[in-house]
Each structure stands twice: as structure tokens, then as C-alpha cells.
């Protein structure tokens, strides 16, 4: 298939010069000359052959090209190798499709000068040969500018396949990025709570003789402390499960409260906060090493001065943690995990920045992190910088403007000349004609609304005798410019299924035009023309312009539904493999939660009891407990699980036996055994079941399997924790991926159909 791409065009561009020169003139029994045909076949033959490099070395191409094409238009009459002119512009769109701007501005110029120069010699009137350079210079311009063109969108494709390529390692990697990010969350969890009743239960105990009120004070600090280590751990748990939390809370206010509750353990702090609004995986990494940051302060420099800093510096964010040396003794060693400072690494680089923590200049120690900014301001300002119009848009809209009147200066026989004046007024209103096409892509509406009205100026232009017969051809050659923003409405306007409208528009105002400028003297072609007619007339003139416009507007839509389909092919890929990787972030947050539970939050729970209970011996005892029991579930976090190949629907009555064996009633009908199903209907047939057994419920529950010639239809009942929230919305989106639907109701069914045929 790739060497008939490659050879196709060459093909076609060898027969078309063949058959107009010398064979239309050998067709006529015209007399030509054997060298000329000679000339003419080697000058094809060199540079068609050279075209078929043009995806591989299009500037080698050019290298054959150009001395082949010079040669052949010097050895063979004037106009006979039209054809074959077009050999430079393919390769030269090639060059700009497939290497860098500076090589095809290079190209591009270097080609400008060749048409100036060969054209020195091929044409001896000036009239005749600006009018040639101009065309060629336009016709290079064009191509250089659709090649960039065409570059963007392969690079457009090349990001979406990197973007793919991203989702599918994240979801692979799902399982291990939630453990790592939850063993933060568990870090900074046993740190800011855990910590601070060992510290202070441990100085309540060391003070004891001296200052016996220390241990009311501990103890009170113990209840209330481990009511929130409570809250804070069941809130933990309810985002594992699904719950999710208001993240658009600024990061200043939070800061603020975090600071305050460590100012309540004597640690005097100083809070600067001025990179708000911030929020998203910025926002939870500065806010997350900020927390991790104090905790160190008042485990290891107690009753220390803090000083916090979050400022926007250099198109990122900077936030910086800075402690004096303590007022009091240290915490005991041990109480953490040892993650603290390796946690807030990988907190800033989990967002593509970087962190440094060691001594402070003046004594103390410093945390200072620089994070980028966040992806929602970044993009807010990137929309207030108006995007110029591209090199295509601006190519197009020179040729639209330039060759109606470059046509003009290339004499004509049966033609009289145009003077400078004329030639100069045809030349503006042909760019105003053309100036709207830059922005054919982001208003092409507006664009086609312009370059018609200006097509009204014609018949005013006719009327008071401004121009030449001659001119006026020129304008109504313009019609280019109409083309071009019929074709930009049908590939880029909104709302799709009205475009078809710009076909008929551009036809009646175009025949409008024609017929009043025909009509200006009150006679049509020779005969007496009444008002009343001018309507019926309007008809039969517009017809010849709806049968010109109906294909361009025809190959606009082609190209938007194809552009479309690419894209929206490229995003449910995208979506499916995110599915993918939220399904396996959810199970990972909900085995890790059923841990927290069993361990952590039971000895957490105790700290409070022993605490309203006044035992403080019993309240060291549990916080080091639950301390110990964090530690050990943090250490699991740690351990990456063997990666096992993808299961498919034939696994499913492995999953249905597993749960039965672990105590649920889940019940399989399937009436036939799974046939041959497309890989991604295959595994994503599994995960929809394994997702809604797996979304929590403890219940009976039936699955029902049924295979159709043309969808699987999948039945599930007794799962109503997997018909709502985020576990539906990942459902739905990896299901919507592979062009199937889900349908839930509130007794907790849901029914999903997925093509059985790729």
C-alpha cells in the first residue's frame, strides 16, 4: 500500500504531461519536434521519478526536480509542460509536511528565486513576466502553507497516540500510583495526628513530677486529638469508597487552618500565601508538603518558629517551609515511618516539579519546593493569547486575492491590457474580497457573511464604470475567495447540520451579482429587462454556482467528518484505558480501606476511650499502636503485586466461584460458552462484572450473560453501590469507549450491551 501512495501521484502526473504534450498535438497530426519530445519525456520521466522519494527526502527530491524542470522548460516550447509544473509544489507541500519550518522557509525562498530568475528567460515582456512569478510565488506559498498544515495535523495525531500511550501505562500502573498516593495520605494522617499524642503524652509522662496538671492537659489534647484522628481516617476511608471531597477550597484557607492547629501545640508560625487561587494536583502537592513539613517542625524542633511561604515565581509555583532550632527537646525517635521527606519528593514530582530540604542558611531547616503551575491557570492564560492566523489561512487568502489579478498581466491576444490605475483598484477590492479567509477557521460564518458582502460591491463597481471589461472578469474570478468560505463553513461551522445552508447563500448572492451586473444598461443579453422578472430570472442565474459550490461544501463535510472521527476515535481510546485505570484505582482504595478499618482505625478508637477515661499509660500505649499498625500497612503500600495477564469474559465464573468461596451468594447464567469477542470487548466484558461485584455490596447477587450475533448483553443484580457515583460513571465511560450503552435502575440492577463484532 505504501509504494502505491508513493507512486500513484508521480503516475498520474507522468500520463497527464504525456497526453497534453506532445500527445494532444501527435492526436492532432500537429508537427513536433523528436528532440523537444525527447526533452519533454526525460524532463517527466527525472522528475516524476524524483516525486516518488517525497516522503522519504522531499529536499533531495526537489535537487532532481528543479535542474529537470529547468532543463526541460529551455529545450521545449513555451506552455507545453504545464503539467509538469506542478512536480515543485508536490514536493515542496512534502517539505513542509515532513521537516522543520526553517527548511521549508529555506525551500520555499530558494524556489521564489529560481521562478524569478527562469522566468528571465522565458518571458521578454515585463507585463507577462510579473504576472508568471507572481502566480508561481502564490502557488509555492500555498503549497508550503498546506504542508505546514498537514505537519500540525500528524503531530496532532502523534500527541493523541502519546496521550493513549500515557493512559494505557497509567493503567497499568493504576494499582501501584494509588498505593503510593494513599500511603501519603496514611503518612501524613499518622504524622499530624498519631504524632502529636505521642509527643505530647510523652512529655505529660516525663513532666509528671514537676508539673502533674501536664497530664489533664495531655489527656484533653489525647480526646480531642483522637476524635479527629477518627474523623480524619473515616474521611480517608470515604474517599477510598467513592466519596468524593470539595477540592476547590483555596489553598490559603486551608493552609490557614492547618497552621493553626499546630499554633495550638506551641509551635508559632508565619503564614504567606499568596498563589491562590490554586487547586487540583498543585494545590493537594503544595498543601500535602506543607502538612509534612510542619509535622517534621514539631517532632523534631518543637516550640521552633515556622515560617510558610506559597508565592508564583517564574511561571510556577514555589512553596517553602523554613523552622528555627526548637524550644524544647525533641520527639522520641521511631514514631514515624520514615517517609516524610522522601513523601514530599514524591508529592512535587507526582506534578512534574522538584523539592530540596536541608539546613537554612541561618541555622534551622528549610523545605523549599518548586511545583508547576497548575493546569487550569496555565490554560486560562493561554486563551487570552490570540492566536494568529495560520501560514495555509494566510496562502489562501493571497492566492484568493492575488491570482484573479495576476491573470490580468499576462497578456492576451483577444484581450485589451489593463492600465496601472485599473489593474491597482482591481487589486484592492480583490483583498478586501480575500482579507475575511485568515480567519476562515475560527469564524467562518462571519468569514463567508464578508466575503459575500464585498461580492456585493461588483455591480456598484460595474455601474459607475470604474473598471475595464477586462477588471471586471478579474472580480468575478474572485469567486475563489466564495469557494474557499464555503468549504471553511462546511469544515469548521457550528452547528454541523446547518452548513448546507452556505451552499445556496454563496449560489443567490453570486447570481444576484452576475444578473444585476448584466442588467446595469436595462437590457439582458440584448433584450428589454423588466423589474418584475429579475426575480424569476434569479433562479436559472444562481444554478450554475450551486452546481460549482455543491462539491466544495461536499468535500468540507468529508473532511470534518473525517477530522471529527479521528479525533473522536482517538478520545474513546483515551477514555476506555482511563476507565481502565479509575476501575483499578477504586478496587486498590477499597482493599486498602477494608486494612485501615481492621487496624488502624480500631487502635485509633481506643486512643480516645483511653483518653475520656483518663488513662494516659493507655493512651501512649494505643497511639504507638496505632502507630506501629500505620507503619505496617504503609510497609504493605510498599510491596508491588505481580502483574497478571489481562482476564476476559471466559474468567468470569472464576470471579463468581472466588466470591462464592469467600461466603457471597453470586449466581452465573450464561446459556452458551463466550465466543471469539474483540480484545477490548473481551476484557472490558470481565472488568464490568468484576467492578459491580466489587463495588461493595455484601448482598445475593445474579449475573446473566447473553450472547447475541451482534452484542453481549450483561445483566447484573443485587449491586446498587455500583449503579451510582463515581463506580457508574467509570462504568459508563469505559462501556461508551467500545460503542456499547449501560442502562441502571434503583433496585440496583444494571443492564450493559457491548458489540460482539469488531
Known amino acids: 500500500m505504501g509504494v502505491l501512495r508513493s507512486w500513484l501521484l508521480p503516475a498520474l502526473l507522468a500520463a497527464g504531461q504525456a497526453a497534453l504534450w506532445p500527445g494532444l498535438p501527435l492526436l492532432l497530426d500537429r508537427p513536433v519536434d523528436r528532440v523537444e519530445v525527447a526533452a519533454a519525456l526525460a524532463a517527466t520521466a527525472l522528475a516524476c521519478g524524483a516525486l516518488e522519494w517525497r516522503r522519504r527526502s522531499p529536499v533531495g527530491a526537489l535537487f532532481v526536480i528543479m535542474p529537470a524542470l529547468t532543463l526541460g522548460l529551455l529545450a521545449t516550447p513555451r506552455d507545453s509542460l504545464v503539467v509538469l509544473l506542478f512536480a515543485d509544489a508536490i514536493a515542496l507541500y512534502s517539505v513542509g509536511a515532513r521537516r522543520p519550518a526553517r527548511v521549508t522557509f529555506a525551500v520555499t525562498v530558494a524556489l521564489m528565486a529560481w521562478q524569478a530568475t527562469i ?10 513576466y510579473t504576472g508568471n512569478v507572481v502566480i508561481g510565488i502564490v502557488v509555492y506559498l500555498l503549497a508550503a502553507g498546506l504542508g505546514r498544515s498537514r505537519r500540525r495535523w500528524l503531530a496532532a495525531r502523534r500527541d493523541a497516540a502519546d496521550r493513549l500511550a500515557l493512559a494505557e501505562a497509567d493503567r497499568r500502573q493504576a494499582s501501584v500510583q494509588e498505593r503510593q498516593r494513599l500511603a501519603r495520605e496514611l503518612h501524613d494522617v499518622s504524622a499530624h495526628h498519631l504524632t502529636s499524642i505521642v509527643v505530647t503524652a510523652t512529655a505529660a509522662q516525663r513532666l509528671a513530677e514537676r508539673r502533674p496538671e501536664l497530664a489533664a492537659e495531655a489527656l484533653e489534647f489525647a480526646a480531642r486529638t483522637g476524635r479527629e484522628t477518627q474523623s480524619a481516617l473515616h474521611r480517608l476511608v470515604a474517599v477510598m469508597r467513592g466519596v468524593e471531597l470539595d477540592a476547590e477550597v483555596g489553598i490559603g484557607h486551608r493552609i490557614e ?57 517564574d511561571g510556577g509555583v514555589e512553596v517553602m517551609v523554613a523552622n528555627g532550632a526548637g ?48 493546569p487550569a491557570s496555565t490554560m486560562d492564560r493561554s486563551l487570552r493569547r490570540m492566536r494568529g492566523p495560520r501560514l495555509a489561512d494566510m496562502a489562501i487568502a493571497l492566492a484568493a486575492a492575488v491570482l484573479p489579478v495576476a491573470l490580468l498581466l499576462v497578456p492576451d491576444p483577444t484581450m485589451p491590457r489593463v492600465g496601472v490605475s485599473a489593474a491597482a483598484l482591481a487589486t484592492m477590492l480583490m483583498a478586501a474580497h480575500a482579507l475575511p479567509l485568515l480567519w476562515r477557521r475560527r469564524a467562518p460564518w462571519r468569514v463567508l457573511g464578508a466575503v459575500l458582502a464585498t461580492t456585493a460591491l461588483w455591480p456598484v463597481v460595474a455601474g459607475l464604470e470604474l473598471l475595464p471589461e477586462t477588471a471586471l472578469a478579474a472580480l468575478f474570478a474572485g469567486i475563489g475567495a466564495d469557494l474557499v468560505a464555503v468549504y471553511a463553513v462546511a469544515a469548521y461551522g457550528r452547528p454541523r447540520h446547518l452548513t448546507w445552508l452556505s451552499g445556496p447563500l454563496a449560489a443567490g448572492v453570486q447570481g444576484a451579482v452576475t444578473l444585476l451586473t448584466l442588467a446595469l444598461d436595462g437590457s439582458l443579453l440584448g433584450r428589454p429587462l423588466e423589474p418584475a422578472t ?19 461544501w461536499t468535500a468540507g463535510f ?39 478499618r481492621a487496624a488502624v482505625l480500631r487502635h485509633a478508637t481506643r486512643v480516645t476511650e483511653a483518653a475520656e477515661s483518663g488513662r494516659l499509660d493507655a493512651v501512649l500505649e494505643s497511639a504507638r499502636a496505632a502507630l506501629a499498625a500505620m507503619r505496617d500497612l504503609l510497609g504493605d503500600l510498599r510491596v508491588d503485586p505481580e502483574r497478571a495477564p489481562q482476564p476476559t469474559a471466559s474468567a468470569i465464573d472464576a470471579l463468581c466461584r472466588d466470591l462464592r468461596a469467600a461466603g457471597r451468594r453470586v449466581e452465573l447464567h450464561s446459556p452458551a460458552p463466550a465466543p471469539v ?20 455490596d455484601a448482598g445475593p447477587a445474579k449475573v446473566t450473560l447473553g450472547y447475541g450475533p451482534a452484542d453481549l448483553r450483561i445483566t447484573v443484580t443485587g449491586v446498587p453501590s455500583a449503579t451510582a457515583g463515581p463506580v457508574a460513571a467509570g462504568l459508563r465511560a469505559r462501556v461508551a469507549a467500545i460503542g456499547g450503552r449501560m442502562t441502571v435502575d434503583q433496585t440496583g440492577t444494571m443492564d450493559v450491551w457491548l458489540p460482539s463484532q469488531s
Not at 534 to 551: C, G, K, Q, S, W
Not at 677 to 694: F, H, N
Open 119 to 128: 522566468g528571465l528567460v522565458l518571458y521578454r515582456d515585463f507585463r507577462e
Open 257 to 313: 487552618e492547618l497552621a493553626a492547629g499546630f499554633a495550638a501545640l506551641g509551635q508559632p508560625i508565619d503564614t504567606r500565601v499568596s498563589a491562590d487561587p490554586l487547586t487540583g494536583p498543585v494545590g493537594e502537592a503544595a498543601y500535602g508538603i506543607v502538612r509534612e513539613a510542619l509535622t517534621n517542625a514539631l517532632r523534631h524542633a518543637p516550640g521552633g518558629a515556622v515560617e510558610i511561604a506559597l508565592c508564583r515565581r
Open 327 to 374: 524550644a524544647g527537646p525533641a520527639a522520641a525517635g521511631g514514631l514515624g515511618s520514615g517517609r516524610g521527606i522522601e513523601g514530599m519528593r514524591e508529592r512535587a514530582a507526582s506534578t512534574g516539579g522538584t523539592l530540596e530540604a536541608g539546613p537554612a542558611p541561618g541555622g534551622g531547616w528549610q523545605v523549599r519546593a518548586v511545583l508547576p503551575d497548575s
Open 534 to 552: 429579475m426575480p424569476i430570472l434569479l433562479i436559472p442565474t444562481a444554478v450554475p454556482y450551486l452546481l460549482l459550490v455543491t462539491p466544495v
Open 558 to 596: 468529508l473532511a470534518r467528518l473525517r477530522r471529527e472521527g479521528v479525533v473522536s476515535r482517538e478520545r474513546r481510546a483515551v477514555a476506555a484505558s482511563t476507565a481502565g485505570a479509575v476501575e483499578l484505582a477504586y478496587a486498590e482504595r477499597l482493599r486498602i480501606a477494608a486494612g485501615l
Open 677 to 696: 469477542l474483540p480484545p477490548a470487548v473481551d476484557v472490558s466484558a470481565y472488568r464490568v462484572v468484576e467492578t459491580a461485584l466489587g463495588a461493595g
